[in-house]
């Protein structure tokens, strides 16, 4: 899978709120997700990832894409967008991040 800090990045970006059902959301909502996930992914790449706590790389390297985070870990935190205060929920063990006000 993605893992939860991309999927929140990309649910960001695309205004979909976490808890939404898949049978929810509509062609043009998907045709972002699609858009988001390879823009994201294509940058975290670019960065070397994503270094939260004090993993390195086989080569000592960190990732640096973590300072280009919007809502993973930003917890009342105000959004980029809005200034509303970042949410974390837990699903199925996990945290997710998200902008109420912005993704619903």
């Known amino acids: 899978g993605l893992g939860n800090i991309y999927v929140s990045e990309i ?3 695309s ?11 509509n062609k043009r909502e998907w045709s972002l997700i699609i858009k988001y996930t390879k823009y ?4 975290a790449i670019k960065n070397n990832g994503t270094t939260i706590s004090d993993f ?3 080569d000592d390297k960190t990732g640096a894409f973590q300072q280009f985070l919007q809502v993973y870990d930003k917890k009342e935190q ?5 200034g509303t205060p970042i949410q ?3 699903q199925q063990q996990r945290s997710t991040f ?7």
């Open 56 to 58: 390195r790389r086989v």
């Open 98 to 104: 998200f902008c109420p006000e912005c993704q619903r």
């Open 11 to 13: 649910l960001f970006r």
């Open 78 to 82: 105000p959004c980029t967008e809005c």
């Open 15 to 25: 205004r979909i709120h976490p808890q939404r059902s898949a049978g929810s959301i």
């Open 88 to 90: 974390r929920i837990v």
């Open 40 to 43: 994201i992914l294509q940058e």
